[in-house]
């Protein structure tokens, strides 16, 4: 079993910035890939970004390249999502994912094992 808690979460203005932190637990760290998930109100729960388990390699949505930063620190056994220049659509619900087949990059909902309970992200304008 994977345990996932994200933090970090909160109230922002339109341009600045939030770091989402997840903690796992339960099996190693470094030997499965971790994803970022949201979801918005009313839509379906859409894929941000992935990384391999040894973070070598990263791979994001369309929507936040440029923007977004995933990574993570093994010996914590935490991956992070850095959010740089918010907008307002970027409103929603967040959630960390682990995929315990291997340690690659997966971005389908399916792929994934393992999920935290989300942490509410909100961008006024």
């Known amino acids: 079993q994977v345990q996932l808690v994200e933090s970090g979460g909160g109230l922002v203005q339109a341009g600045g910035s939030l770091r989402l932190s997840c903690a796992a637990s339960g099996r190693t760290f470094s030997s499965y890939g971790m994803g970022w998930f949201r979801q918005a109100p009313g839509k379906e729960r859409e894929f941000a970004a992935a990384i391999t388990g040894n973070g070598g390699r990263t791979y994001y949505a369309d929507s936040v390249k440029g923007r977004f930063t995933i990574s993570r620190d093994n010996a914590k056994n935490t991956v992070y999502l850095q959010m740089n220049s918010l907008k307002p659509e970027d409103t929603a619900v967040y959630y960390c994912?682990?995929?315990?087949?291997?340690?690659?990059?997966?971005?389908?909902?399916?792929?994934?094992?393992?999920w935290g309970h989300g942490t509410q992200v909100t961008v006024s304008s």
């Open positions: 994912a682990a995929h315990t087949a291997d340690w690659g990059i997966r971005i389908l909902r399916d792929n994934y094992d393992y």
